[in-house]
Structures are given as structure tokens and as C-alpha cells.
């Protein structure tokens, strides 16, 4: 059972941006890690970006830094990662994962919370 939400995947040209957002309705995310991963088809879920709430770190891998942006509303109590440049390999079902744990670039941990993912798909 997913206990994130996420949305705002969509379909957009190369080149293009867009929002996606992680929401939960059971607790807050303070003093959560807040992780985005993807799964392209064909590929094994890949940890992508990932944030800190309490020592406000954040992290992203090689592929999407300096296009992508992770960033919190605390009003919202709601995870963005914004994609901007988008490219047609960035094409995958992305997917937010949170736990109380460390934002250091190691996406192995067996996070607690998962969400449902949303599709994003970019044409050339």
C-alpha cells in the first residue's frame, strides 16, 4: 500500500520542464529524508535526488544535477523535484520515498515509505 502521493507527471517535449510533487496525509516530513527515485523500462529503480529536512542537505546524482531542483514547502508539508531540460532518456515512472535517515547519496537503504510513482515521458 503507497503512503506517498505523488503527481504532476506528464507527457512534454525534449527540452521541456516539469513538477512533480510528494505529499502523505499521515505525518509530516519534518525531520524526514525525502527521496525521489525512477524506473525506466527495462532498468532497475535508480535513486535520483534526495533531501534532508532536518540538516537541509540535498543530493543528486550525476545524470540530473544542475537540471533538476529538490525542494520543500513546509506550509505543504510537500516534496517538489523540479525537471527542467528534460531529456527523452529521463523518460521513466518516478517514484518518492521517505524514513528518518541520511540524504549522502545512498539510495540503497530500504526506505520505509514509498509512493505509487508518477509517469514521465519525454519525446524527442
Known amino acids: 500500500e503507497a503512503q506517498l502521493v505523488e503527481s504532476g507527471g506528464g507527457m512534454v517535449q525534449a527540452g521541456g520542464s516539469l513538477r512533480l510533487s510528494c505529499t502523505n496525509p499521515r505525518f509530516s516530513f519534518e525531520d524526514y529524508t525525502i527521496a525521489w527515485f525512477r524506473q525506466a523500462p527495462g532498468k532497475e529503480r535508480e535513486g535520483i535526488s534526495c533531501?534532508?529536512?532536518?540538516?537541509?542537505?540535498?543530493h543528486y546524482v550525476d545524470s540530473v544535477e544542475g537540471r533538476f531542483t529538490i525542494s520543500l514547502d513546509n506550509a505543504k508539508d510537500t516534496v517538489y523535484l523540479q525537471l527542467n531540460a528534460l531529456k527523452p532518456e529521463d523518460t521513466a515512472i518516478y517514484f518518492c520515498?521517505?524514513?528518518?535517515?541520511?540524504?549522502?547519496?545512498?539510495?540503497?537503504?530500504?526506505?520505509?515509505?514509498w509512493g505509487q510513482g508518477t509517469q514521465v515521458t519525454v519525446s524527442s
Open positions: 520515498a521517505a524514513d528518518v535517515w541520511y540524504c549522502n547519496g545512498e539510495y540503497s537503504h530500504k526506505w520505509d515509505y
Open positions: 533531501l534532508d529536512t532536518e540538516r537541509n542537505d540535498t
